[in-house]
T-cell receptor
């Protein structure tokens, strides 16, 4: 069973509007969360992260929100730009039981339409 | 060359073939990883190396054999693969092993087993 779930395989948003990508997790031991972005024919690249001691982390147009009680995090992109069209992976890690393992979701393909 | 490179980018092999995937990182990192990404599935961690020593092996079939001759190079030797092994194989590196370490990915090798 997947510990990190991205239930929307795809999302289409108009340029200039807000994109909201969602992620749910099941393991309450996860204490660090990341978002990666992947363009076709390239490897994933790190976008933004958040520690479980925070509920929000912002970096320019990208903000990640963490709701620990709901085991839910979301990535907000505002305003959305054409270059944001990519696959976005949510990931989580548990620093206590495994020093090296990051668990990835299956990804959400974001398309920004003009 | 900068970042993480992988060769070949595409590979087609028969079930009786032996082939190797190569990964090289030019970032001075100490940790390297192999991931498998099957269609519409999350990235699955296969192997982790720290300073050329394997630190994690995620119940990967023995037909996949990793090799890390030095901290800059990582190989994945393939033999007698099955069609279900067809996937995108991604290499990554990070400064050190740890749940907070940002991983830098290569572009991947897309493998097709016939």
């Amino acid at each position: 069973d997947q510990q990190v779930k991205q239930n929307s395989p795809s999302l289409s948003v108009q340029e200039g509007r807000i994109s909201i990508l969602n992620c749910d997790y099941t393991n309450s031991m996860f204490d660090y969360f990341l978002w990666y972005k992947k363009y076709p024919a390239e490897g994933p690249t790190f976008l933004i992260s958040i520690s479980s001691i925070k509920d929000k982390n912002e970096d320019g147009r990208f903000t990640v929100f963490l709701n620990k009680s709901a085991k839910h995090l979301s990535l907000h992109i505002v305003p959305s730009q054409p270059g944001d069209s990519a696959v976005y992976f949510c990931a989580a890690s548990d620093g206590y039981s495994s020093a090296s393992k990051i668990i990835f979701g299956s990804g959400t393909r974001l398309s920004i339409r003009p | 060359e900068t970042g993480v490179t992988q060769t070949p980018r595409h590979l087609v092999m028969g079930m009786t073939n032996k082939k190797s995937l190569k990964c090289e990182q030019h970032l001075g990192h100490n940790a390297m990883y192999w991931y498998k990404q099957s269609a519409k599935k999350p990235l699955e961690l296969m192997f982790v190396y720290s300073l050329e020593e394997r630190v994690e092996n995620n119940s990967v079939p023995s037909r996949f054999s990793p090799e890390c001759p030095n901290s800059s190079h990582l190989f994945l030797h393939l033999h007698t693969l099955q069609p279900e092994d067809s996937a995108l194989y991604l290499c990554a590196s990070s400064q050190d092993v740890g749940p907070r370490e940002t991983q830098y990915f290569g572009p991947g090798t897309r493998l097709l087993v016939l």
